[in-house]
């Protein structure tokens, strides 16, 4: 018996220990950062608090604009040149996280929120219609901006309902919920969201499953989103004149 009390001690201080491991080094799980692989023309620098954060861009003098916000191991730096060409009406902004790209500071969802909502806020002095590119991780910053400011359109690339739902999927034997600190719940932002939306899930995902981007499409309002499907893994590329064509197609 008092094996099977040792025993069961050590199981249970194991357990515990992996817990604590887990919360310490979530951040280190969540976000990968990269350096940018093309220097940025031109950089908009979005002046923060305890952080600067690098904004590449395509300057153009039109009241259209778009905002991308990559996934959590990407360098939006290599999407410039397409999606220049895909909306050459538009001029282009590719937020680099804090610590991505040559940004400073630390990724969390609270510092990548604001950072989105400061500089959508700024970039309206200059263009009136701006439509909102979240692909993964970055939907769950693209769903908090569009909640709390008016988006001419809204696309969400790879999706999910909430990141403490993907966790706690992967992570099935550990109290994941009571542990995250960035949970981006874009379940509960997506009933105020009224901009139209377009939602793009790939078949062969094999990092979201269908049902988290089908999930958060059911919590948008009827009538605000569209729910599209590509062939493709989480990571394939997706072209951004395939999205340009899609955006013209299903939104007005």
Not at 41 to 63: F, G, Y
Not at 78 to 92: D, G, Q, R, T, W
Not at 149 to 162: E, N
Not at 189 to 213: C, F
């Amino acid at each position: 018996m008092r094996m099977l009390l040792t025993l069961t001690g050590y199981v249970l201080a194991g357990y515990c220990l992996l817990c604590l491991l887990l919360y310490l080094l979530q951040r280190q799980l969540i976000y990968f950062p990269v350096a940018a692989q093309l220097p940025a023309t031109e950089p908009l620098i979005l002046q923060q608090a305890n952080a600067t954060v690098l904004v590449s861009r395509k300057a153009r003098d039109s009241s259209q604009a778009l905002l991308y916000f990559g996934g959590n191991a990407e360098d939006v730096s290599v999407a410039l040149s397409e999606f220049a060409a895909a909306f050459p009406n538009h001029a282009i902004y590719l937020m680099h996280y804090r610590g991505y790209g040559g940004s400073s500071g630390s990724p969390s969802e609270q510092a990548l929120v604001a950072d989105a909502l400061t500089l959508f806020d700024q970039l309206q002095s200059k263009h009136s219609d701006i439509t909102v590119l979240g692909r993964s991780l970055g939907s769950g910053v693209a769903v908090q901006l569009a909640a709390q400011r008016k988006v001419a359109q809204l696309v969400l690339i790879t999706p999910f309902d909430s990141l403490s739902a993907l966790a706690q999927q992967q992570f099935p034997l550990f109290p994941v919920r009571r542990l995250l600190k960035d949970t981006y719940t874009s379940v509960a932002y997506a009933p105020a969201i009224t901009s139209p939306t377009l939602i793009l899930v790939a078949e062969q995902d094999e990092i979201i499953a269908r049902t988290h981007s089908e999930a958060l499409y059911r919590a948008f309002s009827p009538g605000v989103a569209t729910l599209k499907s590509y062939t493709g893994s989480h990571n394939s590329e997706l072209a951004a004149s395939q999205i340009a064509a899609w955006l013209a197609a299903t939104i007005p």
